[in-house]
Structure formats: C-alpha cells, structure tokens
C-alpha cells in the first residue's frame, strides 16, 4: 500500500522557521520522481509552493515563497524536506507533499511543476502550518 507521510508543521511565530519532512512508505523516490509541496488555507484553493526532480535535484519554487523556503532530498532517508524560513502569517495553511511518476525513455526527465496539481498521483495527509503574527 503506498502512502505519504508528511510532518514536521507547528505553531510558529512570525520570523520563525519549520522543517516539514515528506516520507514514503512502500516504495522509493527514485529518479522517476517529482515530489511536491502544496498548501490550501481555510477558503482558499491548493496552491503549489515547490517541488523537486529526484533525477538531478533541481527545484521550483513559488514566487510567494521563493528566498524563504528550501526544498531538499536526502537519498539515505528516503525523505523530501521543506526548509520554511522568515514565516509570514499568510503562510498559515495545510501542507501537503505529493509524488508526480515520471516515466520517460532515455531518462529525459522534465524539470517539475507545481502549476498542475492534478499531475501528482499520490499525496499526503497534510500537516498543518500555523504562523501567528
């Protein structure tokens, strides 16, 4: 059974920082992976935030985040990070992490997306980011 494990949300002051951590059971981010982090707050849509390409590491950031928060894999781990730096309330909301397969021949992997959610086949349960002013 292929499950998401996301963790690591909080309750953090404005200026603060969190770490959330995106784990995988029963399987392994491999290069075929493009993992990526959304949000939704109370009453608004999911929004992409970043996402990496397991193949070379390369990143994608929103530009609401981009400076601020840092998207990271560590092989031995099996884990994706979220490095979330100089919170802003309006960080505030759900994060989930989610995988998008890619299955390309000759290993011509495109550089991840975080415009189309509905790319990504399996996500997370959420962990809840609230960032108090």
């Known amino acids: 059974d292929v499950q998401l494990q996301a963790s690591g949300g909080g309750l953090v002051q404005a200026g603060g920082s969190l770490r959330l951590s995106c784990t995988p059971s029963?399987?392994?981010?491999?290069?075929?992976?493009?993992i990526g982090w959304f949000r939704q707050a109370p009453g608004k849509e999911r929004e992409g935030v970043s996402c990496i390409s397991m193949n070379d590491g390369s990143a994608h950031y929103a530009d609401s985040v981009k400076g601020r928060f840092t998207i990271s894999s560590d092989s031995t781990k099996n884990t994706v990070y979220l490095q979330m730096n100089s919170l802003k309330p309006e960080d505030t909301a759900v994060y989930y992490c989610a995988t998008e397969v890619r299955l390309v021949a000759g290993g011509d992997y495109p550089p991840c997306s975080i415009q189309y959610p509905q790319i990504y086949d399996d996500w997370g349960q959420g962990t809840q980011v609230t960032v108090s002013s």
């Open positions: 029963g399987f392994t981010f491999d290069d075929d992976y493009a």
